[in-house]
């Protein structure tokens, strides 16, 4: 049976916006459009459930974007990602939309890669690549020059790599079960090589924020937490400062796992709170595997009977991540168990 196509809500005045954006989307979405705030008020309240993700203008009479980011909040309907769209994403901008927690702005003229591929990252939907010999060789000599720079920093503030380290190497673990399990996943081996390292930068935005951190009493849950979720954007933003199209697999599995390895199934993570199959398999997996390295670090030494103690409490944390990726650890363990004690 087909899958449904992800539902898209398009509220702004201007008609000759509405068809870009339309034309953009194309089949690969149902779009539904108004021109007007109180509009898509009363769309939002009959299809709360149905729609995946809102495109809201900024600038329109009568009610303006902010305004209607308001009434949704003050109705309980603010659970579906927004992304704004502006001619310009000012800094007053920025801030009123942070109130909202909102993070996501659309530019005009309209961007169709840009916003195609930030489509799939929040939908959690896929894009098939072939990777030709330049375009492995260039992201390998990517990924060293990132990996020379963050062990840098790592090692500046008394750290070593080794957790970031392990979680890739499980991560490849996970991934040469799941190409068994999937052949239609069209893995190869250096695509797992190239996803496997890009767990290792899954927290690379924490670059950004260390000092601030420091200056914030733990105490204080609501600072500590919006710079968390920050370090998660901040982590892509780096990622991205290579534009190389040669480079952009690595990019955009990377990207995406900065963002969103610390969301959960169940929709109590972060920063989007991101439930169920949104978030992308490889994002499920970066946070399984970190999860798994750093409760394992909690003991004095790794053997199998703590690598299987840890491997059952997550597998019995059946919102951490789909009920498939359970059964893949469950399936990994033996391998998992083997890769920890030769480092013994």
């Given at each position: 049976?087909?899958?449904?196509?992800?539902?898209?809500?398009?509220?702004?005045?201007?008609?000759?916006?509405?068809?870009?954006?339309?034309?953009?989307?194309?089949?690969?979405?149902?779009?539904?459009?108004?021109?007007?705030?109180?509009?898509?008020?009363?769309?939002?309240?009959?299809?709360?459930?149905?729609?995946?993700?809102?495109?809201?203008?900024?600038?329109?009479?009568?009610?303006?974007?902010?305004?209607?980011?308001?009434?949704?909040?003050?109705?309980?309907?603010?659970?579906?990602?927004?992304?704004?769209?502006?001619?310009?994403?000012?800094?007053?901008?920025?801030?009123?939309?942070?109130?909202?927690?909102?993070?996501?702005?659309?530019?005009?003229?309209?961007?169709?890669?840009?916003?195609?591929?930030?489509?799939?990252?929040?939908?959690?939907?896929?894009?098939?690549?072939?990777?030709?010999?330049?375009?492995?060789?260039?992201?390998?000599?990517?990924?060293?020059?990132?990996?020379?720079?963050?062990?840098?920093?790592?090692?500046?503030?008394?750290?070593?790599?080794?957790?970031?380290?392990?979680?890739?190497?499980?991560?490849?673990?996970?991934?040469?079960?799941?190409?068994?399990?999937?052949?239609?996943?069209?893995?190869?081996?250096?695509?797992?090589?190239?996803?496997?390292?890009?767990?290792?930068?899954?927290?690379?935005?924490?670059?950004?924020?260390?000092?601030?951190?420091?200056?914030?009493?733990?105490?204080?849950?609501?600072?500590?937490?919006?710079?968390?979720?920050?370090?998660?954007?901040?982590?892509?933003?780096?990622?991205?400062?290579?534009?190389?199209?040669?480079?952009?697999?690595?990019?955009?599995?990377?990207?995406?796992?900065?963002?969103?390895?610390?969301?959960?199934?169940?929709?109590?993570?972060?920063?989007?709170?991101?439930?169920?199959?949104?978030?992308?398999?490889?994002?499920?997996?970066?946070?399984?595997?970190?999860?798994?390295?750093?409760?394992?670090?909690?003991?004095?030494?790794?053997?199998?009977?703590?690598?299987?103690?840890?491997?059952?409490?997550?597998?019995?944390?059946?919102?951490?991540v789909s009920p498939e990726l359970l059964e893949l650890l469950d399936e990994c363990k033996q391998s998992i168990f083997e890769y920890y004690a030769r480092l013994v």
């Amino acid at each position: 049976m087909a899958q449904a196509l992800k539902q898209i809500l398009i509220v702004d005045d201007s008609e000759i916006d509405r068809a870009i954006l339309k034309s953009i989307l194309g089949d690969r979405f149902n779009v539904i459009e108004t021109d007007n705030g109180y509009k898509a008020l009363e769309i939002i309240s009959k299809l709360r459930n149905e729609l995946d993700i809102i495109f809201l203008d900024i600038s329109m009479p009568l009610i303006n974007g902010f305004d209607l980011l308001r009434l949704l909040r003050d109705n309980k309907l603010n659970h579906i990602p927004v992304f704004l769209i502006s001619g310009e994403a000012t800094r007053d901008n920025v801030l009123r939309a942070s109130e909202f927690e909102v993070t996501e702005f659309i530019g005009k003229p309209f961007d169709r890669e840009d916003i195609l591929r930030r489509l799939q990252s929040r939908l959690g939907l896929t894009t098939t690549y072939e990777l030709s010999p330049e375009d492995i060789s260039e992201t390998e000599k990517y990924i060293a020059a990132l990996e020379n720079v963050y062990k840098a920093y790592l090692s500046n503030f008394g750290k070593d790599d080794s957790h970031y380290v392990h979680m890739s190497a499980l991560m490849k673990i996970l991934l040469t079960r799941y190409r068994m399990k999937n052949p239609e996943a069209e893995l190869t081996t250096k695509k797992i090589d190239i996803i496997s390292k890009a767990a290792y930068f899954c927290d690379i935005g924490m670059m950004m924020v260390p000092d601030k951190m420091s200056m914030i009493s733990s105490r204080d849950a609501d600072k500590v937490q919006i710079l968390m979720n920050n370090h998660t954007k901040m982590g892509a933003n780096i990622i991205r400062l290579n534009p190389s199209k040669r480079c952009e697999f690595f990019v955009q599995i990377c990207t995406d796992m900065c963002v969103y390895h610390h969301e959960r199934f169940d929709g109590k993570g972060y920063p989007y709170r991101l439930s169920g199959r949104n978030n992308l398999i490889y994002n499920q997996m970066c946070r399984l595997v970190d999860e798994f390295d750093s409760l394992l670090s909690k003991f004095y030494a790794s053997n199998e009977q703590q690598a299987s103690f840890v491997a059952n409490r997550l597998l019995q944390d059946q919102g951490i991540v789909s009920p498939e990726l359970l059964e893949l650890l469950d399936e990994c363990k033996q391998s998992i168990f083997e890769y920890y004690a030769r480092l013994v």
